[in-house]
């Protein structure tokens, strides 16, 4: 049996990688070299070299996220937001427009927002659970639609078949942000999808010690982004390869974990006198709850809420919590609890921040991988104290 055709746990471990090892390594090596022995009659972007990205650490990573997804090929970036943005670069040209999803990381709507212009971009925001809205913004010049898996910070799922069949319909390049759900989660690919994004600072690699992307999907597509981040520099590093290499493979077992943590959580919050609002697709309460539930194989490990005394009560909230850690990243083995209006979406106004319905209170957690019972009771503590 080939390792494409095993489960998605035998191919965190084996997909892509060398085989005998290379001096008998179990674990690949570390190429820590800027560059390496050419061979006559190679193209430039051939010649394997740090910045190219196709040293063996590259190739075996690209190998092994191109499996898991099910992909034609992948790559590997310095960033979530050097995969972003290289998509953007390569794929468009003066002149394009991109529809994108009203509600998203704050990082790629302000660039969106703010850097389009600048390149001959333009771009509309459309709200992804209303598909029958989305030909409003269709123009002759659409290249693109743009969509998040599950949306930061609101956990929402947006109508991710019909994406694929308006881009369809309309000879357009699909692409998602699939960093919150995870390929144990969900592999668009497998829905038809053009290309997955990932800042795989979070779930892929999982221990909150590097920053690194990664682009999957279909090969040309990727070729072009490939050749556009050899230009612009945007490629990891040796030693962050190998910390994204080992990551990987724990990948299964930390996000099932975190997918029943945040479960665990979402219902005790929900029950809860203080809190207003959560939100998590697990809670049948949620609106896209049946749409999670049909189309991915977990509800992912982020929530997110909102208490009743606003955005006092939350930083008081922040204040009292014991286990969980107050940072702004996510997806790795700790707990991270953060709001969202001062950290991922600071570069928003705050009429902008209303527009998308993150609100100066709203809490953002990232479930690790401690024990569930251990975290509710640290949570209802700090609700407790304010």
Known sequence: MGVSRRSLDTRLIHAG???PGIEGAVELPIFQSANFESVEGEAYHDIKYMRLGNSPNHAVLSAKLAALEGAEAALVAAS???????????LLSVGDHVIFQDCLYGGTYDYARREFARHGLTCDFVDGERPGSWGEALRPET??????????????????ESVVAFAREHGLISVIDNTFASPVNFRPTELGFDLSLHSGTKYLNGHSDIVCGAVIGRAGLVARV????????GSLDA???FLLHRGLKTLAVRVRQQNESALTLARALEAHPAVARVNYPGLPSNPGHERAARLFDG?????????????????????AVEIAIVAPSLGGVETLVTMPAATSHAGL???????????????RVSTGVEGAADLVADFEAALAAL
């Open 17 to 19: 990688e060398i085989r």
């Open 143 to 160: 290249r693109l639609i743009y969509v998040e898996t599950i949306t930061n910070p609101l956990v929402q799922v947006a109508d991710l």
């Open 239 to 241: 030693h962050a390869c």
């Open 80 to 90: 979530g937001m050097a995969a972003i943005t290289s998509v953007f670069h390569s």
């Open 349 to 363: 106004t705050a009429d902008e921040r209303r527009q998308v319905g993150v609100a100066d209170g709203l809490i």
């Open 226 to 233: 490939k050749r556009m981040m050899n230009y612009l520099g």
């Open 299 to 319: 509800f992912g490990g982020m929530l997110s809420f909102e208490l009743d005394g606003g955005a006092e009560a939350a930083k008081k909230f922040l204040d």
